[in-house]
């Protein structure tokens, strides 16, 4: 009886040949640049759900300050620095260094890609709460919560308010809405179907 070492048992098994490697390494190459782009489409608009997200609890933050602080808390949008700003009660006057600033941008958004509005082709009618467009007056608009949490205009009639976003690069897949209901300051978020065209909860 023979006994067959480790060797030379290994030295019998066949390995890949060279056209056989590269047949493979043709196929991955292939299935790498055809799911590429829905891998980075993908990721644009996971990041882009984060900042639907960022924007609700920036405007939830402001309002529970208000209730607690029991002052007046404003919320300011500057469309062109792409950034919310928080101030009142303990945030301090405007452009105080007290004040709460987040960018909307970075983490892999770029500014220019924001765009504040609503894509052309998109349905211009009132969200479900029946909240609509809220226009920039000086390239920015303010939200001001008051101490019940409410919204209320200068007359002191419940004021409602809604910001609609959508990225430059896929506007009509990554729209969406942060609606604010003035009688009670409830905050909601709204994304743009378009299989329906309009936005959903």
Do not use: C, H
Request: glycine share 10%; net charge positive.
């Amino acid at each position: 009886m023979t006994y067959r070492t480790n060797n030379e048992k290994y030295n019998k098994q066949k390995g890949f040949s060279l056209p056989e490697l590269l047949v493979v390494l043709l196929i991955i190459a292939i299935i790498s640049v055809i799911a590429l782009p829905q891998i980075n489409a993908a990721r644009r608009a996971f990041r882009f759900s984060g900042l639907q997200r960022q924007v609700a609890a920036t405007l939830s933050e402001a309002r529970q300050q208000a209730m607690s602080q029991r002052k007046a808390i404003t919320v300011r949008y500057k469309n062109t620095a792409r950034e919310i700003v928080i101030y009142g009660g303990s945030f301090g006057a405007l452009n105080n260094s007290k004040n709460k600033v987040e960018e909307l941008y970075g983490s892999g958004i770029a500014k220019g890609d924001i765009v504040y509005g609503r894509p052309s082709g998109v349905s211009t009618a009132a969200l479900g709460d029946g909240t609509n467009f809220t226009a920039l007056s000086g390239g920015m608009t303010e939200i001001v919560f008051q101490p019940d949490g409410t919204v209320i205009d200068a007359s002191g009639n419940p004021q409602n308010k809604t910001l609609y976003f959508y990225n430059k690069t896929n506007a009509k897949d990554m729209a969406f809405a942060v609606s604010v209901l003035g009688a009670g300051g409830r905050i909601k978020i709204w994304r743009y179907s378009k299989g329906v065209n309009k936005y959903v909860e």
